[in-house]
Protein backbone atom coordinates (compact mmCIF):
# COMPACT_ATOMS: atom_id res chain seq x y z
CA UNK A 1 0.00 0.00 0.00
CA UNK A 2 1.86 3.23 -1.12
CA UNK A 3 1.06 6.00 1.16
CA UNK A 4 0.56 9.19 -0.74
CA UNK A 5 2.53 12.28 -0.11
CA UNK A 6 -0.52 14.86 -0.48
CA UNK A 7 -2.55 12.62 1.79
CA UNK A 8 -0.05 12.52 5.03
CA UNK A 9 0.23 16.64 4.60
CA UNK A 10 -3.72 16.72 4.40
CA UNK A 11 -3.74 14.41 7.68
CA UNK A 12 -1.00 16.50 9.20
CA UNK A 13 -3.06 19.52 8.65
CA UNK A 14 -6.36 18.32 10.15
CA UNK A 15 -4.28 16.66 13.14
CA UNK A 16 -2.72 20.42 13.78
CA UNK A 17 -6.37 21.75 13.30
CA UNK A 18 -8.09 19.72 15.64
CA UNK A 19 -4.93 19.76 18.44
CA UNK A 20 -5.94 23.89 18.15
CA UNK A 21 -9.72 23.36 18.60
CA UNK A 22 -8.66 21.06 21.38
CA UNK A 23 -6.55 23.52 23.34
CA UNK A 24 -9.06 26.19 22.77
CA UNK A 25 -11.87 24.19 23.98
CA UNK A 26 -9.70 22.56 27.13
CA UNK A 27 -8.68 26.20 27.98
CA UNK A 28 -12.10 27.60 28.29
CA UNK A 29 -13.16 24.52 30.39
CA UNK A 30 -9.63 25.21 32.61
CA UNK A 31 -10.68 29.10 32.41
CA UNK A 32 -14.42 28.55 33.47
CA UNK A 33 -12.84 26.14 36.16
CA UNK A 34 -10.79 28.55 37.72
CA UNK A 35 -13.37 31.00 38.06
CA UNK A 36 -15.17 28.73 40.70
CA UNK A 37 -12.02 28.81 42.47
CA UNK A 38 -11.30 32.68 42.17
CA UNK A 39 -14.85 33.55 43.27
CA UNK A 40 -13.78 34.48 47.06
CA UNK A 41 -11.02 36.59 45.72
CA UNK A 42 -12.64 39.07 43.41
CA UNK A 43 -10.38 38.90 40.18
CA UNK A 44 -12.32 36.22 39.08
CA UNK A 45 -13.32 37.86 35.90
CA UNK A 46 -9.73 39.09 34.99
CA UNK A 47 -8.04 35.85 36.04
CA UNK A 48 -10.98 33.93 33.33
CA UNK A 49 -10.01 36.70 30.70
CA UNK A 50 -6.47 35.67 30.98
CA UNK A 51 -6.21 32.34 30.92
CA UNK A 52 -9.20 31.70 28.35
CA UNK A 53 -7.15 34.60 26.09
CA UNK A 54 -3.77 32.76 26.65
CA UNK A 55 -5.99 29.47 25.12
CA UNK A 56 -7.04 30.80 22.02
CA UNK A 57 -3.79 32.47 21.17
CA UNK A 58 -2.18 29.47 22.03
CA UNK A 59 -5.12 27.76 19.72
CA UNK A 60 -4.91 30.12 16.91
CA UNK A 61 -1.17 29.46 16.46
CA UNK A 62 -2.15 25.99 15.89
CA UNK A 63 -4.68 26.58 13.48
CA UNK A 64 -2.58 29.12 11.47
CA UNK A 65 0.18 26.01 11.77
CA UNK A 66 -2.06 23.87 9.99
CA UNK A 67 -3.42 26.03 7.35
CA UNK A 68 0.11 26.78 6.24
CA UNK A 69 1.24 23.49 5.85
CA UNK A 70 -1.82 22.35 4.04
CA UNK A 71 -1.95 25.42 1.52
CA UNK A 72 1.92 25.26 0.93
CA UNK A 73 2.47 21.28 0.37
CA UNK A 74 -0.64 20.80 -1.22
CA UNK A 75 -2.52 23.38 -2.95
CA UNK A 76 0.08 25.99 -3.44
CA UNK A 77 -1.75 27.79 -6.32
CA UNK A 78 -2.27 31.71 -6.36
CA UNK A 79 -5.93 31.43 -5.13
CA UNK A 80 -4.67 29.17 -2.54
CA UNK A 81 -2.46 31.58 -1.22
CA UNK A 82 -4.38 34.80 -1.71
CA UNK A 83 -7.43 33.12 1.18
CA UNK A 84 -3.86 32.03 3.08
CA UNK A 85 -2.76 35.58 3.59
CA UNK A 86 -6.07 37.02 4.33
CA UNK A 87 -6.39 33.99 7.30
CA UNK A 88 -3.36 35.21 8.35
CA UNK A 89 -3.54 38.36 8.34
CA UNK A 90 -7.06 38.17 10.15
CA UNK A 91 -5.36 35.53 12.69
CA UNK A 92 -2.76 37.93 13.30
CA UNK A 93 -4.54 40.81 13.87
CA UNK A 94 -6.73 38.45 16.46
CA UNK A 95 -3.94 37.65 18.25
CA UNK A 96 -2.03 41.07 18.83
CA UNK A 97 -5.66 42.77 20.16
CA UNK A 98 -5.65 39.22 22.45
CA UNK A 99 -2.13 39.87 23.47
CA UNK A 100 -2.79 43.80 24.23
CA UNK A 101 -5.90 42.36 26.27
CA UNK A 102 -4.24 40.00 28.36
CA UNK A 103 -0.93 42.29 29.41
CA UNK A 104 -1.17 45.33 28.35
CA UNK A 105 1.51 45.60 25.73
CA UNK A 106 1.66 45.24 21.92
CA UNK A 107 3.56 42.00 20.83
CA UNK A 108 6.61 44.01 19.71
CA UNK A 109 6.35 46.55 23.47
CA UNK A 110 9.17 45.36 25.88
CA UNK A 111 7.17 44.33 28.96
CA UNK A 112 7.68 47.02 30.65
CA UNK A 113 6.55 46.00 34.12
CA UNK A 114 7.56 48.66 37.38
CA UNK A 115 11.69 47.66 38.29
CA UNK A 116 11.58 46.33 42.21
CA UNK A 117 13.60 48.83 44.58
CA UNK A 118 16.01 47.37 46.89
CA UNK A 119 15.22 47.96 50.08
CA UNK A 120 17.25 50.15 52.01
CA UNK A 121 17.91 47.60 55.23
CA UNK A 122 19.61 45.30 52.52
CA UNK A 123 16.34 42.59 52.02
CA UNK A 124 15.17 41.57 48.78
CA UNK A 125 12.27 43.91 47.73
CA UNK A 126 8.49 42.60 46.89
CA UNK A 127 6.96 43.41 43.83
Known amino acids: MAVNFFEV ?8 DATGVAVI ?4 LLSAAGVLRRLRTGDAYRAFRQQLGR ?8 LVAADII ?9 RSVA ?12 SFS ?6 GYWPWQKNRRPQATPDPAGEPATT
Open 9 to 16: IETVGKAI
Open 25 to 28: AVGA
Open 55 to 62: SILLGLEL
Open 70 to 78: RTVAVTPDA
Open 83 to 94: VLAGIVVIRTFL
Open 98 to 103: LELEIT
